[in-house]
């Protein structure tokens, strides 16, 4: 006889099954996973049996799936899982607010449910990492509830094997034997328990006598067909209550009548606290014991149904965020972490008052439901307050730590929709707040919504850009003051929206290194300064142009990166010394380690490297003899006060001296007037750039500016 084969369904803990049949809806969530750091794939489907297929063969991290869909409903994936053991959470997503779909899906076992919109799609990677946190707690949950069965099932066993405590009720004369292991388990030598009904019901709680006394009378009435009652009794010997279970059964005679019951007793102290602590656990976060996410969705629950009975009740929730805590985990360790936000959890509560509720989300994010507040300034007081204790110096495993907090307030009143929105607002608010600086607290305006919205479209718009080669450059000349000719070009990345027309780098640079696209746009940049440098050396017979690309932060520490220059140096056919990179001084200081390694790679291939806004950062000399920098920027900063400020002039008299003794070259950046450039040539300053030669031009305007061969 042949055995059935066993599929084996694989797991993927990186893939997000979409079942989207709508493709902008598809294409949206696919692009708002894009930066997730993570790095999800995301799987899309159209129809219910295209997910039932993959589901046959691998489990996703988490499935989310549109309601309506061409072949079914999306609900119908979760009878699916339930027949097989590919089992992982489910989202429900639907393009109206229905609340019968919504408690329809919840009771199918969808973990949530949600209704479409740019923002809903938008922020769905911050839906799936709460989901995936809430469902990594349930599945430990379950585990646990596993174990405790499998041990509850062993302790049956066992007790069979040393004999439970045993009991026989006679009725009729109202006397009751107790066996000497019975009389053992509630510390009583044997002839030291009356044999009476009083003596066992003197020892059982005063809470749970009434509920004996119904379960014994049910069960003699033929209400029940055996008594079965947990209830908490004293032990005699250290006189604390344990947890008993008291089962029974009654012998009749033949009209029904009861003239006799014996039964067992059994000790499940041990299981009545695992399933105690089981329950604790589920409501409470392990590290800090603050309650959970659900917990507090239950606090916040009981606020809004308490806001919409009274007109005039008012409360607030506020979302904190740890800010740098990812500097602590990395730089001291992940005890020292817990050890901070144990800190943190501890200080929080003792800066609430008495009925307010913290607890903490996950990570270093933290949530409180202030209430009962008196007004809306009395939220932001409570709030200052939390953010002035979280900033105090932890002394942490023999190290000082410091930390602050970001954080966004939501009042909640009798108009609130639900409390999931109220974390939203709270959570929008929060980014607000963190968006100013550390330690900042913000409350949530209506306002926020359309700003997070707006930014989530500039950010799509971005990179479409990217893919559609959107983003531009232009190029500012770099002029040699002892010839007056342009010497070279500083390469600005602009970028060329088909609606709003031309879009500054103030405007979308803090996106672009927000969302992680940085990288992609400086290799773009790069590039396309390179092929345009080339082509002028060629066409204009100008061999030694040079070109200057402004290197960021997140670029620098991307190990292969003096490899990808190398690459397109060789690509397109340039000298190493016509390419200079531009970095600041904050970036050196900031990634010392990194910054000698990457300049050294470059310097061995005579790549030259500009050090930009010089004087404006760290102000430390030291690095300017470990890194071999060979331009300093003066920041315009100092040369638009060179005519009117003697200090503006004196910093870049200093510059210059000190840039000559070290043999490095200077340029002066901004110069807008001959006076600075009288200046600038007084001081044997070698090379200048700014609007008194020429704004930065697109590439027609550029060339012909170097094809009319200017002198300054």
Sequence with gaps: MST??????????????????????????????????????????????????????????????????????????????????????????TGHGDEHLAVESMRAGAIDYIVKSDATMGGMPRTADRVLREWHHIEQRRKAEQALALSEERYALAAKAVNDGLWDWNLETNT???????????????????????????????????????????????????????????????????????????????????????GSLTDIHERKRAEQQLHHDALHDVLTGLPNRALFMDRLSRCLERARRCDNYLFAVLFLDLDRFKVVNDSLGHTVGDELLKSVADRLLDSLRDGDTVCRFGGDEFGVVLDGIDREDEAMQIAKRIAQRVEQTYRLSGDEVFTTASIGIALGSNDADSAESLIHNADTAMFRAKAHGRGYVELFKGTMHMDALQQLHLENDLRRALAHEELTVFYQPIVSLESGRIEGFEALVRWQHPEKGLVLPCE?????????????????????????????????????????????????????????????????????????????????MEN?????????????????????????????????????????????????????????????????????????????????????????????????????????????????????????
């Design 4 to 93: 059935p084969s066993t599929q084996v369904v694989s797991a993927d803990a990186k893939t997000i099954l979409l079942i989207e049949d709508d493709e902008a809806h598809a294409l949206l969530i696919r692009r708002a996973f894009e930066s997730h750091p993570e790095g999800y794939v995301i799987d899309v489907v159209r129809t219910l049996r295209e997910a039932r297929d993959t589901l046959e063969h691998h489990v996703p991290a988490l499935v989310i799936a549109d309601y309506r869909l061409p072949d079914g409903e999306g609900v119908e994936l979760l009878q699916v899982q339930s027949n097989t053991a590919s089992v992982c959470p489910v989202v429900i997503m």
């Design 176 to 262: 009751v034997y107790y066996s000497p292991r019975l009389k053992a388990m509630l510390g009583f030598a044997e002839g030291d328990l009356d044999d009476t009904l009083d003596a066992a019901f003197g020892l059982v709680h005063e809470g749970d006598v009434g509920l004996l006394r119904a379960a014994i009378d049910s069960h003699l009435s033929g209400g029940t067909p055996h008594l079965e009652c947990e209830c908490r009794m004293l032990n005699n010997n250290d006189s604390d209550f344990r947890w008993m279970m008291i089962r029974g059964l009654a012998v009749r005679y033949s009209d029904g009548v009861a003239y006799r019951m014996a």
């Design 508 to 588: 979308f640079i803090p996106l672009v290194e927000e969302t992680g696209l940085i990288n992609a746009m400086g290799r773009y940049v790069l590039k396309l300064a390179c092929a345009q440098l080339r082509e002028w050396q060629h066409r204009l017979l100008l061999p030694d142009l040079t070109i200057s690309v402004n290197i960021s932060a997140k670029q620098f520490v991307e190990s292969d990166l003096a490899d990808q220059i190398k690459k397109m140096l060789h690509e397109y056919a340039l000298k190493p010394a016509c390419l200079k990179l531009e970095i600041t001084e904050n970036l050196i």
């Design 592 to 712: 010392t380690e990194d910054a000698s390694q990457f300049v050294e790679a470059l310097y061995e291939h005579g790549i030259g490297l500009a050090m930009d806004d010089f004087g404006t950062g760290y102000s430390s000399l030291s690095y300017l003899h470990s890194i071999p920098v060979d331009t300093l920027k003066i920041d315009r900063s100092f040369v638009s006060q060179m005519d009117t400020d003697s200090n503006g002039f004196e910093i870049v008299r200093t510059i210059i001296a000190l840039a000559r003794t070290l043999k490095i070259n200077v340029t002066a950046e901004g110069v807008e007037s001959i006076d600075q450039l009288t200046l600038l040539r007084a001081l044997q300053c070698p090379m200048a750039q700014g609007f008194y030669f020429s704004k930065p031009l697109d590439v027609a305007s550029a060339e012909a500016l170097l094809i009319s061969r200017p002198s300054w």
